[in-house]
């Protein structure tokens, strides 16, 4: 029963890991929004991925680590944070 259980759970896993966001065919591709980030002043963009409806990123801008939302379709911040 226990074998189970973990057959049923590792299941959920790997199809809820499979089923991230992808980018939308209209959307700007990665690297056009990681030139875009980086004229905004970022240093580095550590993490970049599609995640619900936007770019979701990590980065280093005046020398802080920052957590930060990409418009899709533009590349442009529309909203950043430190990330702590």
């Known amino acids: 029963m226990k074998f189970a259980a973990i057959l049923v759970l590792g ?8 089923s991230a966001d992808q980018p939308g065919a209209d959307w ?4 056009q929004v990681k030139a875009k980030v ?5 240093t580095q963009v550590t993490k970049l991925e599609a ?7 990590e980065g280093v801008k005046n020398g ?8 899709p379709k533009t590349g442009l911040i529309v909203s950043e ?4």
């Open 51 to 57: 995640d619900d409806g936007r770019w979701e990123g």
């Open 38 to 42: 980086m004229e905004s002043g970022y």
């Open 81 to 84: 944070k430190p990330d702590h």
């Open 28 to 31: 700007m591709p990665m690297e």
């Open 64 to 71: 802080q680590k920052m957590e930060f939302h990409a418009d």
């Open 11 to 18: 299941s959920l896993a790997l199809s809820s890991a499979a």
